[in-house]
């Protein structure tokens, strides 16, 4: 079992709704990403939380709002997307993100996302 | 920009064989390696971790760091039909955030 939580599990949604995916995690860790991942391609990093402060974008697109309520949630806000954006989207954490930490990333089982 | 490089394969061998994955990265100053195993399907799972140079065994699982080659590998002996899946090579950047992952390698293990 994984000590990473998403839900939901999967998500249909149409190109006009607004949806929000969900991640929980109570291992202490201090560093929350978003990661989005196509078939066949490795993970894709989109956005890194340190200390619940948005630290990286990797010039995701607008319509993906990320949110950090407390170091245990993250969030991913969706509106409008595109059906380009399907995808199975993960979430990760990591004990500390710092330069010096050598922490793995831990995975949560991801949101299977198909936009129509 | 900062590289991971693996075959994406795929790699076949049989029921009881080693299975032996490459990788190679092109930031010098990497310290810290990873390994993930990912189902079809499913989220990446840890199998292993590397820090220093040399080997690192697990169970089955070995993995091997070269610093000065900037080369990783994984091995599988016994190799069981249970570890096909796609294995991820993955190199957290030096003084940064990002863990940067190769495209993976694709095992199949026949019966």
């Known amino acids: 079992d994984t000590e990473v939580t998403q839900t939901p599990k999967h998500l249909v949604m149409g190109m006009t709704n607004k949806k929000s995916l969900k991640c929980e995690q109570h291992m202490g860790h201090r560093a929350m990403y978003w990661y989005k991942q196509k078939a066949k391609k490795p993970p894709e990093l989109m956005f890194v939380y340190s200390y619940e402060k948005l630290s990286i974008n990797e010039s995701v697109p607008s319509r993906f709002s990320p949110e950090c309520p407390n170091s245990s949630l993250l969030n991913l806000h969706l509106h409008a997307l595109q059906p380009e954006d399907s995808a199975l989207y993960l979430c990760?954490?990591?004990?500390?993100?710092?330069?010096?930490?050598?922490?793995?990333?831990?995975f949560g089982n991801g949101t299977r996302l198909t936009v129509t | 920009q900062k590289e991971v490089e693996q075959n994406s394969g795929p790699l076949s061998v049989p029921e009881g064989a080693i299975a032996s994955l490459n990788c190679t990265y092109s930031?010098?100053?990497?310290?810290?390696f990873f390994w993930y195993r990912q189902y079809s399907g499913k989220s990446p799972e840890l199998i292993m971790s590397?820090?220093?140079?040399g080997d690192k065994e697990d169970g089955r699982f070995t993995a091997q760091l070269n610093k000065a080659s900037q080369y990783v590998s994984l091995l599988i002996r016994d190799s069981q039909p249970s570890d096909s899946a796609t294995y991820l090579c993955a190199v957290k950047e030096s003084g940064g955030f990002k863990t940067i992952f190769g495209a993976g390698t694709r095992l199949f293990v026949k019966a």
């Open positions: 930031d010098r100053g990497s310290q810290s």
């Open positions: 990760a954490s990591s004990q500390d993100p710092a330069g010096t930490d050598n922490s793995p990333l831990h």
């Open positions: 590397i820090y220093s140079n």
